[in-house]
């Protein structure tokens, strides 16, 4: 019975080598796997035979008119040598049914072949049910889905060692305008836990957050205690993406990201008790990254404070009032929708006058605007992105993220 289950323990670590491209090497202290002599292995499935070996060299029967690889000359009707052929994980799996089959039971040395080849493979199966029912014994990982990325980054920094989150807005993305793939909404309705700044921010997981009827966790950011949200800057009827008065960026605050990676570990931690010492120890790790993070950029812009600037959209107030920056408009209030001529008209002005340093635009939108309001000026040209378009998803995106838009401000404003 000891060999039933070592086996089946061993079939998933075979099988996983054998899709791999490099070689698997397995100990030779494993004496289930020790090699068997050619006469004694048998094959089965689809699995060539060993060829035969003489003087140390591997031998297969040649047809008329077949190259000796090794001698580049031909054999008629002749044994001819060959390269021998590398072991696979397959290989070893044969072997290991066959030393089943040859110690397994019954052991009386009349008992037939197929008796002994059953006997094996009910070790195997066996081994096999003790592997999946150790696995179902221990508690499954929550799925966490997060709306965009830098979400996604502060809970992969909490799951790290135990899971990764999924993430919907990817990449170039805007989460302005988004619409769920088919397979993203079906992820949505089965997750564990869902992850959004607020329903109407977000709002295209309105619809796939009705659905999921209850099933399931859902953490709405804007709604946890003691997180810092800003209304928008302009009138409410002037704005696409900021709805009841709440500008979604939440995330641009440091103390807010603090917020967001411990509240995470508690949810975790009370759907997942068996790993809620390391979500939580994750937590603390990633609170003290953030206070190293947001002492360094206080260091990075100061001297910053009244450089006036103009963004491409208002995505930013969350950093600037933290940072204590100095916007003097957007060129748009909506990234979706290009500015009316009375809007660039007055930006025109107000950059012709000299009193702003700087104009910032993002990668996810297109530059022309930007540029065009550049060349008349004379003022700089920046790129800022809230998102972290261009970088990798992970624990260290969100790092990454705000390093890169203090960094941003400095190079674009300390020009002049």
Known sequence: MKTCIVAGLLLPLLANAARAETPMVVPSSVPLLRSLPASRMKTGGDLPRPHRQKDGMQYQWGTKGQTNPLEGKKRIGHRMPVQPREKTPYDLLSKMENRLALKGRPSQSDASPHRKRLWARACIVAGLLVALLANL???????????????????????????????????????????????????????GLVVLVDPLYETFLAKPLELRQGKGETLVLAQLPGMIVLSPRVEPQEIHHHHEGIDGHLWLNPLNAKIIVNAAAEKLASMDPENGA??????????????????KLKYLLKGMEKKHYVVF??????????YGLSPAGMITTDPDRPPSARKLAALREKLKAGKTACVFREPQFPADVVRRLVVDSGANEGVLDP??????????????????????????????
């Open 278 to 295: 390391i979500y939580r120890a994750n937590a603390d790790e990633t609170s003290e990254k953030l206070t190293k993070l947001d002492d």
């Open 137 to 191: 014994a221990r508690a499954e990982t929550p799925v966490v889905v997060a709306s965009v990325q830098p979400i996604h980054s502060l809970l992969a920094s909490v799951m790290k060692g135990v899971g990764r989150p999924e993430l919907l807005v990817e990449g170039q993305a805007s989460e302005h305008g988004y619409t769920l793939k088919p397979s993203q909404a079906r992820l949505v309705a089965t997750a």
């Open 387 to 416: 998102q972290g378009a261009a970088l990798t998803p992970g624990e260290g995106l969100y790092f990454a993220l705000l390093t890169e838009l203090g960094e941003g401000f400095v190079a674009c404003l300390g020009e002049q």
């Open 313 to 322: 959209h208002d995505a930013y107030q969350y950093f600037e009032q933290h």
